[in-house]
Nanobody
Framework: QVQLVESGGGLVQAGGSMRLACAAS????????MGWFRQAPGRERDFVAA????????YYHDSVQGRFTISSDNAKNTVYLQMNSLKPEDTAVYYC?????????????????WGQGTQVTVSS
């Protein structure tokens, strides 16, 4: 069993920055993938970014490419999402997920574990 706990959300003005963290405990996947997704009211859970834990390959949704950076500290079992140049449309609950196989990293149903989510609100 893996437990994921997100932190770092809050309120920020448009153009600002914020860093989210996702700490994993329990059995961890040294060769899997951790990803960030977001869900705005009335919308499905959308892919934001993912990182392959061994090797560090990263993937981003086009809407955040160049603004967001995903990274991992495997020694701390923690994944980060650095968000810069934030826009009001980035407002959502952000979730981190973990999957044990590196497959279809942008698809929520391929993730085995989820955190409880953290609210990010970007004011205009």
């Amino acid at each position: 069993q893996v437990q994921l706990v997100e932190s770092g959300g809050g309120l920020v003005q448009a153009g600002g920055s914020m860093r989210l963290a996702c700490a994993a405990s329990g059995r961890t996947f040294s060769s899997g993938v951790m990803g960030w997704f977001r869900q705005a009211p009335g919308r499905e859970r959308d892919f934001v970014a993912a990182i392959v834990l061994s090797g560090g390959t990263t993937y981003y949704h086009d809407s955040v490419q160049g603004r967001f950076t995903i990274s991992s500290d495997n020694a701390k079992n923690t994944v980060y999402l650095q968000m810069n140049s934030l826009k009001p449309e980035d407002t959502a609950v952000y979730y981190c997920g973990a999957q044990s196989i590196s497959s279809r990293v942008g698809v929520p149903s391929t993730y085995d574990y989820w955190g409880q989510g953290t609210q990010v609100t970007v004011s205009s």
